[in-house]
């Protein structure tokens, strides 16, 4: 940061601190596990922390060659930030992707995993809760941890703790020269002087000042000094001064926007949020958002966005209570979910928009959209999805919490849901969409919206089987199963049925499995759903097999392939043969299957698949070198080898009677 003015002596000891020795060891202790040296740069807000952590990382960064890591703990509006999000950011600043669905434990574990080899920084912003920072240490000497922090952090052993003042005078001049030239500062120092007391050398608040002065190039600095010193005691200290001189002097349109601003999730706001809070044009909210951040009153961030200082947030809070009706804030902020809406239905559009099969209902709804919510190509959309990702999750959060907006909240989710899946893919964003279906969760109970209940579940019950969570899956299926009963919706209590049928066929209780299999497969009949009941035969025939049931096995397989056959399904009734001709063979009956075997391998070529007929070949020549014809089977590998090359691997039939 080129403007960081003054804390030299703070950044020296903090330097120092990094290879004193440690309290454990000064005492004679040895500590249970060696972990990272943690430096805390306490202050409060407005004191510039966040300023002289971020310095002094920069200035120690060739020393760790692993890089820097960054979270932040506490959003700017005071809301603390979750240890499982903060735990995700850091593994992903790693390149590490996480479970969905996993919690504090096992993250906080996969995270010290990661940096069990590494040299890097850690800095952790704006933590209140030592419990999270705890969490967030690696076990590794090698790595270094900077906290930010208001007070203390008490349980967390041998801290080193920099607390920050005031800046000096002189500093603080140079803070206010930086802002507004020399020339002004020159001309009458004393005055610099005065403003700088009046400021009590807080950063914050001479940023504010500077930025004031800055608009106006022809006001003195000693005019400037004397209303602050003029302004009431309780006005909230030299920060509450300050901020007072800028607030009032903006006009009346641009005090509503920033005592709006507030309702921005994670405090980052951009054109469009602002346009759609203050309810003005995009082009005026950037004009305006662009004023504030020269005024010192909004920061500038990555990628179009503007970041809400935590310090001014309390006050804004209590502007916009005292100056908002609760139905114009409330209004203010269905606008701003609103808009996000738009803006993700804009997004999903772009990733249809370029993909193979253009969905005309996305493309109809982008030509509707006006031109400040379109994106130019799927790239700059990609980009806009993932650098608001923070606070379109937080407003997504939000907007459950809130209870008044459930229609806009499941709208929102909704949306960001399938614009995740469509630029990111399922299996990449499944993470995120974890947490948002437990969104739609809390809504659909707290709604009684049964049919949505059940999707939710099913969805997260889903991702919990692909982790593992076999036992916690199966919950959520029954679960869901109440639901779909509860909102009369067959296709939800057959997938439901289903589902735990597969649960029980992981926990390997196959008489359990082929119970709800069974169920599935009942209702499936009951409607004449052929393409359900043809999977179900096989769900069932699996399980059979794998009770050793070989007779059960094999009428649940002729089943499919009957029912595949008679949806003219090609390949499935390939692959149900092949089921058949394996189960004959375990069975001890070789010749059904080699009969089986090519009656299949037959039909896969009818299919086009080359790669079931490479394994049906191979399977044709093991059986008939069980038969005692190896001239024949080595036909048959020849064939297969000719298929799909000399992958062996690529000529296995793999299915769940493996």
Known sequence: ??????????????????????????????????????????????????????????????????????????????????????????????????????????????????????????????????????????????????????????????????????????????????????????????????????????????????????????????????????????????????????????????????????????????????????????????????????????????????????????????????????AEVQLARARMLERTVRLLHSCRAMAAAEGDDPDSELQELLDGLPRALRFPDRRAAALWLDTRLPALTAAASLAVADGELDTLARRLVAALVRALADHRGTAEAAPELYGLHRLVLDVAERRGLHREQAAALLNLADLDAETGRTQEALERYRAALDAGRAANDPYATGRAMESVGGAYQELADWHRASDWFGRALAQALSRGERADEARLYGRLGNVHTYAGRYGDALRSWRAAAAGYRKLADVPGQAKALSEMARIQEYAGRPEESLHTCREAVELARRAGDQRLQAALQVRLADTLDRLGDPAAARLHRSAADRLLGDDPAACEIRSGSD
Do not use: N
């Not at 200035?59 to 060659?65: C, K, S, V, W």
């Not at 005078?169 to 007391?197: H, K």
């Open 1 to 326: 940061m080129t403007d960081f003015v003054g804390r030299r002596r703070e950044l020296k000891e903090l330097r120092e601190d990094i290879a004193r020795t440690g309290l454990d060891t000064l005492s004679g202790r040895k500590a249970k596990a060696p972990r990272a040296r943690v430096l805390l740069v306490a202050g409060r807000p407005g004191s510039g922390r966040t300023a002289l952590a971020e310095t002094f990382v920069r200035e120690i960064a060739d020393q760790y060659p692993d890089g820097v890591l960054r979270t932040r703990l506490t959003a700017p509006g005071g809301e603390t930030v979750a240890t499982e999000r903060a735990l995700r950011g850091l593994l992903a600043g790693l390149g590490r992707s996480t479970p969905p669905g996993a919690g504090e434990d096992e993250l906080s574990s996969v995270l010290r995993t990661a940096l069990q080899e590494r040299k890097a920084i850690i800095l952790i912003d704006d933590a209140a809760d030592p419990h999270q920072v705890d969490a967030l240490l690696p076990d590794t000497p090698e790595c270094l941890v900077v906290v930010t922090a208001e007070g203390p952090l008490t349980g967390i052993p041998d801290v080193r703790p920099c607390t920050l003042g005031g800046l000096d005078t002189a500093s603080a001049v140079g803070m206010l020269a930086r802002r507004i030239g020399d020339t002004r500062i020159t001309a009458d120092p004393r005055a610099a002087e005065s403003l700088a007391e009046a400021c009590g050398g807080q950063p914050a608040a001479l940023e504010l000042a500077g930025g004031w002065l800055a608009a106006r190039p022809k006001a003195a600095v000693a005019d400037v000094a004397k209303q602050l010193h003029d302004m009431p005691a309780g006005a909230g200290g030299p920060l509450g001064r300050a901020f007072r001189l800028v607030y009032d002097s903006l006009p009346q349109p641009a005090q509503r926007t920033l005592r709006l601003l507030p309702l921005a999730p994670a405090g980052l706001v951009d054109s469009h949020t602002a346009s759609a809070l203050a309810g003005c044009s995009v082009a005026a909210a950037q004009s305006t958002l662009d004023d504030f951040a020269g005024l010192g009153l909004v920061r500038h961030a990555p990628d179009g966005l503007f970041l809400l200082p935590g310090s001014l947030a309390p006050m804004l809070q209590a502007l916009l209570e005292a100056k908002e009706r609760p």
